[in-house]
């Protein structure tokens, strides 16, 4: 496009030749300065005569208004109802543990008024409260605290349960470990160790107690284990071993009847046989031994340390 410029200020004429550029330029200018009055007429209106706004733009603006509160709604729910999982889960966990130490103190013998787990641990002491920035906790701040607390309820259940665990098993040590007494209101008439041996007369080591008894009486087994020997020995007489566990082994003879057989399982205090006077003996009584490691051990010392 060519543009002529006739002037009486001009000597001559003057053309101006406009390219496709420099219309497509005009027409992005005009159509920028017209966008920008648009904008300032609204901004104009909204800023100094709020008043004048129609319907729909009110309708539009609160609608977004509306829209944003929602999802801030929203997203504060779904908070909530993460945080509450989390708590539901972290009381699951603190009933475990509560059930959990009562059977540790029932386990371990402490009276059930040192520790009442259904009852808050008593609180107080002087209020001084935190700085006010610090005084409100923050989703935030919640957040983090459920989470450490969470992780502290998972590391003291896994102790707690070791503890139950060693306790148990010490439990079942003691249930394993002659303490209790075979025969009921006997004396002994030979003790463990060196003495002068009744049929020949001369110094001998005896591995047991002898508990005299009347024939019949019953004969108990001071442990519980499995019965290894139930049968007549040359010497023993009718006699019963027990393997307790842990390379223990009690042995009871002489007996004049045997109530168990090989391979049975026994608890403590079950009567295994009865109180006679077969194989080498001179009457009727009960021969008791204690053996550790196949080593002949003194029943007394046992049966001391049960009942201290």
Known sequence: MDIILVSDRLAKARSITLKGRHLLLAVLLAFSMLLLAVFAA???????QPDILNTEMRTWLAGTQAEGQQKQQSYFRDGLDA????????????LRLDTLGARLAKLSGMKPQEFNFDQLPAQG???????????DVSMDSLDQQLSSLSVLLND??????????????????????????PVSNSWHSSNFGWRIDPFTGANAMHDGVDFVAAEGTPVHASAGGMVVYADYHA???????????????????HASRLLVKVG???????????????????GNHLH????????????????????S
């Open 156 to 181: 003291r259940n896994d102790k707690l349960v070791a503890l139950e665990t060693l306790l148990l098993q010490d439990s079942l040590d003691k249930r394993l470990f002659p303490s209790m007494a």
């Open 83 to 94: 945080m509450a999982v989390r708590l539901g889960q972290m009381q699951a966990q603190l």
């Open 288 to 307: 008791f031994e204690v053996r550790y490691k196949g080593i002949a051990q003194n029943p007394v010392r046992f049966l001391e340390n049960a009942a």
């Open 42 to 48: 609204q901004y104009a209106i909204i800023r100094f």
């Open 125 to 135: 002491g002087l209020y001084l409260p935190a700085p006010a920035p610090q005084r």
């Open 235 to 253: 010497q023993y007489g009718n006699m019963v071993e027990i393997d307790h566990g842990n390379d223990i082994v009690t042995r009871y003879a």
């Open 264 to 282: 049975q399982v026994v608890r403590t205090g079950q009567e295994i046989a009865s109180v006679g006077s077969t194989g080498r003996s001179t």
